[in-house]
């Protein structure tokens, strides 16, 4: 069975500094489909950026990029010039290949944005 | 643009009662999954609905069940309710593209059930 491990339950960073969240997976699949939601008070889950298991190149979406280490099965999320907007939950997500599947999603870290 | 809409936000029912949750998907979305999300965990597949059938069911009791309707709209049901299924219920949607991969799901912002 596949499973996600996120090992930092809490997080704190300056604001305008660089943050590294850490996960870990574990399939025997090898088209599957890698995620960061973001989770604020709100409630809503929001997509922060995905990861394609065939792509060598990490994905980058404006401060946010991904660091892909498949023989690792290691996924971090790498946050640059934090603002105090990213302060939430972070969940790193797995998906296998297929669009109709379950996602399985990591415990969270918790995000904080020191002013 | 309409996302994923569900209702109500908030709700508190009394251990052994059921209750039913709804879920509109993002427009031309045609795939529903529901999760569950306890406090301070990550959110747990529950099932997911395409044409009006489940697809996939994660591991929770019969006493979860859902339906989707025609219009991909969708319902999640739990009968003799528990404390333990205190908990955020969220809604995603997504659309299914045979021989493409679509990129993940929309969520909705979840209904906020209380057991007591």
């Known amino acids: 069975a596949q499973t996600v491990t996120q090992s930092q339950p809490e997080m704190s960073v300056q604001e305008a500094e660089t943050v590294t969240l850490s996960c870990t997976y574990d399939?025997?699949?090898?088209?599957?489909?890698l995620f960061w939601y973001k989770q604020p008070p709100s409630r809503q889950m929001i997509l922060v950026i995905r990861?394609?298991?065939?792509?060598?190149q990490n994905a980058t979406e404006n401060r946010f990029s991904v660091n892909f280490q498949k023989a690792a099965k290691s996924f971090s999320l790498k946050i640059s010039d934090s603002q105090l907007g990213d302060a939430a939950m972070y969940f790193c997500a797995y998906r296998r290949g297929t669009s109709y599947d379950k996602v399985i999603f990591g415990p969270g870290t918790s995000l904080s944005v020191i002013p | 643009d309409a996302g994923v809409t569900q209702s109500p936000t908030h709700l508190i029912k009394t251990r052994g009662q059921q209750v039913t949750l709804r879920c509109s998907p993002k427009?031309?979305?045609?795939?529903v999954s529901w999760y569950q999300q306890a406090l301070g965990q990550g959110p747990q597949f529950i099932f997911q609905y395409y044409e009006e059938e489940e697809r996939q069911r994660g591991n929770f009791p019969d006493r979860f069940s859902g339906h989707q309707f025609p219009n991909y709209s969708s319902e999640l049901n739990v009968n003799a309710l528990l404390l333990g299924d205190s908990a955020l219920y969220l809604c995603?949607?997504?659309?299914?593209?045979?021989?493409?991969?679509?990129?993940?799901?929309?969520f909705g912002s979840g209904t906020r059930l209380t057991v007591v």
């Open positions: 990861q394609e298991a065939y792509k060598q």
């Open positions: 427009s031309g979305h045609d795939t």
């Open positions: 399939t025997s699949e090898s088209d599957y489909y």
């Open positions: 995603a949607s997504s659309l299914v593209r045979r021989g493409l991969v679509d990129y993940g799901y929309t």
